[in-house]
T-cell receptor, first 112, second 114 residues
Framework: EDKVVQSPLSLVVHEGDTVTLNCSYEVTNFRSLLWYKQEKKAPTFLFMLTSSGIEKKSGRLSSILDKKELFSILNITATQTGDSAIYLCAVPFMDSNYQLIWGAGTKLIIKP | GAVVSQHPSWVICKSGTSVKIECRSLDFQATTMFWYRQFPKQSLMLMATSNEGSKATYEQGVEKDKFLINHASLTLSTLTVTSAHPEDSSFYIC??????????FGPGTRLTVT
């Protein structure tokens, strides 16, 4: 059965800390992995990863994919209270419509 | 790039009326759009997959006669909640699929049925 598993489910850190969020997957015909940030409204697209070992970076956020070990990590350095959100990992399922298989999300809380 | 809009962002309607929600991809064409529903503190629940020019594919348990989906162009999909009831009150989110299968989400529409 195809699945995406995120850990931890919840994380509380202080402002300025660095956090690492994990996403492992078992998906047939894997092609890409997506990271989203969800605050009060709909998810905001962060990264799409397709190749192993190539880091994608946007400001204080970075992500990397390991296709051999079937996981990805999302790093956030120098965290700020505005980083508090649910971070979702998803993998397109290679059926005719490429629906997303979602992880349960990591709820990140940054304390001032 | 890759902006998806939804309209309206919030709607309140009376029980028994129908409500239409629009989802537009503003700067790209989307053959496939998805409609999700989200209850408070719960994850996104896929309702249906909408392909331009063809009938939508509904997930198990989603009433296709109640949630009418039309995807008449490559930039517009609509979800109509027919004969809405208070239990239909929820946060409805659409997404549009990019060229490499990533999904870009609209900001969502909060529906309140009184």
């Amino acid at each position: 059965e195809d699945k995406v598993v995120q850990s931890p489910l919840s994380l509380v850190v202080h402002e300025g800390d660095t956090v690492t969020l994990n996403c492992s997957y078992e998906v047939t015909n894997f092609r890409s992995l997506l990271w989203y940030k969800q605050e009060k409204k709909a998810p905001t697209f962060l990264f799409m990863l397709t190749s192993s070992g190539i880091e994608k970076k946007s400001g204080r956020l970075s992500s990397i994919l390991d296709k051999k070990e079937l996981f990805s990590i999302l790093n956030i350095t120098a965290t700020q209270t505005g980083d508090s959100a649910i971070y979702l990992c998803a993998v397109p399922f290679m059926d005719s419509n490429y629906q997303l298989i979602w992880g349960a999300g990591t709820k990140l809380i940054i304390k001032p | 790039g890759a902006v998806v809009s939804q309209h309206p962002s919030w709607v309140i309607c009376k029980s028994g009326t129908s409500v239409k929600i629009e989802c537009r991809s503003l700067d790209f064409q989307a053959t496939t759009m998805f409609w999700y529903r989200q209850f408070p503190k719960q994850s996104l629940m896929l309702m249906a997959t909408s392909n331009e020019g063809s009938k939508a594919t509904y997930e198990q348990g989603v009433e296709k006669d109640k949630f009418l989906i039309n995807h008449a162009s490559l930039t517009l999909s609509t979800l109509t909640v027919t004969s809405a009831h208070p239990e239909d009150s929820s946060f409805y989110i659409c997404s549009a699929q990019g060229s490499t299968y990533e999904q870009y989400f609209g900001p969502g529409t909060r529906l309140t049925v009184t």
